[in-house]
């Protein structure tokens, strides 16, 4: 009995002990600095600066023993939406789209004939691709009136019926389903590698939700747009604070827009709703020069800027000619080029095709 006794204990005293080896040997790996990078396959890409600036940006900040090292809290990734999650060149931005559709087409909405007009114009510069430089806001004011009175909910039913339309130009795929799916790699990346990640897109915030927050993996509250004002159907012009919320309200879109998120208003908008100075910042356009100069600049941790230059004419609606010459200048401020002719394996994926 005795020796069944000692025994018993031996090897108990021996499990304790192989116990505390491995949790002293994951604390030690833990400890000893060795990159917690996750690995990644990115099956999208070809072999490419950019890509490999990414990954040996990422393996470095979340290295412990590196003098770079990230805390995950401060890892920060901005991206834009249209022209670098998202296709933009069907032939142009969704939201202009969007509202031209609701404008023109929508036999169950008629609109005003001013905002008819917007979107007449929206309909003949896509054509070209050339718009007036004032077309950002007038289709803002535009779209605003011409969603007032949906609630949340009903104006993000209305984007996602849009959405199940093809795209001028291209076969095989949705609205829906126009991402740039090396991008949404690079997402899937940075989350495997515990970086927190936000749109902030000059779109509309709400679309943007619609949109891309399934396919990008991002909840509704890191994605940052264009914002019209709510308000509550009893108010009839009263001031919020002098109206009192009743249980037969509801909350819907006004006229008023209250901020168009581009340029400057970008980087005013992460800090009024992040809070932190990001590290990685991805963009493709003027719209985004702002975001990511504010993102490497006076930063305390290491951080990168990434622009793509739509370049490819074989799979996409590109300008090689405008593209090159963006991306010289793009170089010119530090920041690294995504060239999506000769980076990508694919940019839709391979049942998609353009159809002229």
């Known amino acids: 009995m005795k020796k069944h006794f ?5 090897v108990l005293l021996i499990a304790v002990m192989a116990m505390m080896f491995v949790a002293c040997g994951d604390e030690a790996l833990e400890n000893s600095g060795e990159t917690q990078t996750a690995e990644f396959s990115f099956k999208y890409w070809n072999k490419c600066d950019a890509l490999t600036s990414l990954k040996s940006y990422v393996t470095d900040v979340t290295d412990k023993k590196s003098e770079n090292f990230i805390p995950v809290a401060d890892r920060i990734a901005v991206f834009d939406m249209d022209g670098t999650l998202y296709g933009e060149l069907f032939p142009t931005y969704l939201e202009y789209l969007l509202m031209a559709y609701r404008c023109l087409d929508d036999e169950n909405y008629t609109a005003d004939e001013d905002v008819k007009e917007v979107a007449r114009t929206i309909r003949e510069c896509s054509l070209t691709g050339s718009f007036p430089s004032d077309m950002p806001i007038k289709h803002a004011l535009g779209q605003a009136k011409a969603f007032a009175g949906l609630t949340p909910k009903e104006f993000e039913d209305y984007v996602k019926e849009f959405l199940k339309q093809t795209p001028a130009g291209f ?19 940075l989350h495997e590698n515990d970086f927190k990640t936000y749109i902030v897109s000059g779109s509309d915030r709400f679309i943007c939700r619609a ?3 399934e396919p ?7 994605i940052i747009g264009m914002d019209v004002k709510l308000e509550a159907t009893g108010q009839n012009g009263k001031d919020s604070l002098d109206y009192q919320f009743t249980a037969d309200d509801k909350v819907v879109r006004t006229e008023t827009v209250l901020i168009k998120n581009l340029k400057t208003n970008k980087v005013l908008q992460i800090n009024q709703e992040i809070d932190k100075q990001p590290v990685l910042s991805f963009g493709n356009s003027s719209g985004d020069l702002s975001m990511h100069v504010y ?4 930063n305390k941790y290491k951080a ?3 622009m793509l230059i739509a370049n490819d004419e074989e799979r996409d609606y590109g300008n090689t000619e405008k593209a090159e010459k963006l991306g010289e200048q793009w170089k010119e401020y530090g920041f690294n080029v995504i060239s999506m002719k000769d980076d990508w394996t694919t940019i839709y994926g391979a049942g998609v095709k353009k159809s002229a």
């Open 211 to 213: 949109l891309a927050s």
């Open 304 to 306: 990168e800027a990434y």
């Open 6 to 10: 000692t025994k018993i204990i031996s």
């Open 295 to 298: 993102s490497i600049t006076n």
């Open 171 to 189: 076969e095989g795929m949705t609205y829906a389903t126009a991402f740039y799916l090396p991008m949404i790699e690079v997402l899937d990346y």
């Open 216 to 222: 990008c993996n991002i909840p509704y509250e890191q």
